[in-house]
């Protein structure tokens, strides 16, 4: 949050404590407090409140239980794996459907609820006037080190922190994938630039074809500490 947005939340933390001692509540959007809401539009309060969900199980929960996702937690592995899951949950579905279930921490399955709804959708709408009906992707949960290697750190993979999303396809049955249709300035490529633009609103990492090769057919998306939008 760069320093306006930090000086709005300080207002607003002070407005809300002050209407807190006289009895009234700001609106809970805009209540720095108040627990992120996946069907409100986001504000410039959103990427704070997502921040916030890393390190709260509950507030996340709560946050989850507005996204609109079928979904069901999962047990968390022993604390000696090498690749630990705790607080996952299985996303089944979505207001899209999905190529397959995967497993997601709750702050990534928050912040794809919050992509899909308002990022994904609306640019759909606006190239190409129809929804977005599948989205096709290849996986979340791999315990390995990041690009595969033998030594370094592990991935956001290793988690399930991270979503690797490969295409979409619409209501007219087209199929939309980054391997064949990132390049150029036709309606798809521009449609896939502006759903990378909206994954960096709700995401803090996002990788894609542009970043390097590795990433030629995917956008790689996970809420990471690291702030990237490429």
């Known amino acids: 949050m760069r320093h306006g947005g930090l000086l709005l939340l300080t207002v607003l933390a002070g407005v809300a404590l002050f209407g807190w001692w006289q009895g009234w509540r700001l609106p809970d959007p805009w209540n720095p407090w108040a627990p992120l809401d996946v069907r409100q539009p986001p504000n410039l309060l959103t990427s704070w409140k997502l921040g916030r969900l890393r390190d709260d199980p509950r507030l996340c929960a709560a946050a989850l239980a507005t996204s609109g996702l079928h979904y069901s937690p999962q047990a ?14 299985r996303v089944q579905g979505a207001e899209v459907r999905l190529s397959s279930s995967f497993l997601a921490t ?6 794809f609820a919050l992509f899909q709804r308002h990022g994904l959708q609306p640019a759909a709408q606006r190239v190409f006037g129809q929804p977005v009906v599948q989205i096709d992707h290849l ?10 290697r033998a030594e370094g750190r592990l991935s956001q993979h290793a988690t399930a922190n991270a979503l690797d999303i490969a295409g979409f396809r619409l209501k007219d049955g087209q199929r939309i994938e980054l391997h064949k249709d990132w390049q150029g300035d036709g309606p798809k490529a521009q449609f896939l630039r502006e759903v990378r633009d909206g994954a960096c609103e709700s995401f803090n990492t996002v990788l ?12 790689h998306l996970d809420m990471g500490r690291w702030r990237v939008c490429r």
């Open 106 to 111: 709750c702050p990534v399955a928050v912040a």
């Open 208 to 219: 894609g074809p542009d970043y390097n090769a590795a990433h030629h057919n995917h956008f």
């Open 76 to 89: 968390d592995s022993p604390a000696t794996a090498r690749c630990p899951l705790s607080d996952v949950v």
């Open 139 to 148: 996986g979340s949960y791999a315990c390995r080190n990041v690009y595969n």
